[in-house]
C-alpha cells in the first residue's frame, strides 16, 4: 500500500498535470468563460481583457473552419479576437517574411494548440513567399493586433 502512495500517486498526479498544461485547466478555462462574458455583456471591455494576463483560449473548431467574425456568436468571437490580439501584438514583417516574437504560448497566456497553429501558419505563409521568390507580398497593416479588437 506504501509503494502506491509513495510512486503511483504522485506518478498520476505528476501525468495529469503535464496533460493539461499548456492548453489551460478547466478553472482556467471556466475563468476564460467568465470574463468572456464580462465582455459580452458590456461589463469589461475587450482591450482590458486582450492586454490582461489572464489565460484565453477558443473553440478549436474555427482552427479547421473558416472563421467570419461577423457571423459567429459574439461569445466565440470575443475569444478569438483576444487570443489573435495577443499573437499580432507579436507579429512583425521583416523583409518580406513574418516574424513571430514569442517562444512560448504562456508568455502569451493562451493554449499551446492555438500558439502552434498560428506559428504553423506564419511559417507557411513565409514558404509560400520564399517558395515563389517574393513574388507573393505578405502585408501586416500598422497596429493590426488593434485593428483586430476593434472590429
Known amino acids: 500500500?506504501?509503494?502506491?502512495?509513495?510512486?503511483?500517486?504522485?506518478?498520476?498526479?505528476?501525468?495529469?498535470?503535464?496533460?493539461?498544461?499548456?492548453?489551460?485547466?478547466?478553472?482556467?478555462?471556466?475563468?476564460?468563460?467568465?470574463?468572456?462574458?464580462?465582455?459580452?455583456?458590456g461589463k469589461m471591455n475587450i482591450e482590458v481583457l486582450a492586454k490582461s494576463s489572464e489565460f484565453?483560449?477558443?473553440?478549436?473548431?474555427?482552427?479547421?473552419?473558416?472563421?467570419?467574425?461577423?457571423?459567429?456568436?459574439a461569445f466565440d468571437k470575443v475569444q478569438i479576437q483576444v487570443v489573435t490580439y495577443r499573437i499580432y501584438q507579436h507579429v512583425r514583417l521583416e523583409d518580406n517574411r513574418y516574424r513571430f516574437n514569442v517562444e512560448k504560448a504562456?508568455?502569451?497566456?493562451?493554449?499551446?494548440?492555438?500558439?502552434?497553429?498560428?506559428?504553423?501558419?506564419f511559417d507557411e505563409m513565409n514558404r509560400k513567399a520564399a517558395a515563389s521568390k517574393d513574388s507573393i507580398r505578405l502585408e501586416l497593416p500598422h497596429d493590426y493586433a488593434a485593428m483586430l479588437i476593434n472590429e
Open 106 to 121: 504562456s508568455e502569451l497566456h493562451i493554449p499551446n494548440r492555438a500558439f502552434v497553429y498560428y506559428q504553423r501558419s
Open 56 to 73: 484565453m483560449y477558443f473553440n478549436e473548431k474555427y482552427f479547421h473552419e473558416p472563421a467570419d467574425l461577423k457571423v459567429i456568436p
Open 1 to 41: 500500500m506504501n509503494l502506491i502512495k509513495t510512486v503511483f500517486i504522485p506518478f498520476f498526479i505528476f501525468i495529469s498535470i503535464s496533460c493539461s498544461s499548456g492548453d489551460g485547466s478547466k478553472s482556467d478555462r471556466l475563468r476564460a468563460d467568465s470574463l468572456t462574458n464580462e465582455v459580452v455583456n
